[in-house]
């Protein structure tokens, strides 16, 4: 029911990419992202649907054939099963929300 960031377990996922489960319910987990300037996650698609806020930073995004530049402050939302990828710009802190619950996360504790 409660997140208390002093507890919260960090993965490195290399390349400058580091994440945080901040925990899952029933149908939807939410992760922490924190990018180093340029580094990028590479395309790729799952059947959950996301919705993400950029907390500082930004990214160069791509959301199947659209492409936006994303700053502070913004947010993305991307369907079920449409190919996606991102790369930093500056140092980036993001946060994700999957839904239903994307399973198999680096850093997810077993159930």
Known sequence: MFCFHEKLVETDLGNGVRLKSLGAGANMNVLHWDMADRSTVPSHHHPQEQFGYVIRGGFEMTI???????????????????????????????????????????????E
């Open 64 to 110: 199947g054939t659209e492409t936006a530049t994303l700053t502070a402050g913004d947010c993305y939302f991307i369907p079920a099963d449409v190919p996606h990828c991102f790369t930093a710009i500056g140092a980036t802190e993001a946060i994700d929300v999957f839904s239903p619950v994307r399973h198999g996360l680096p850093g997810e504790k077993a």
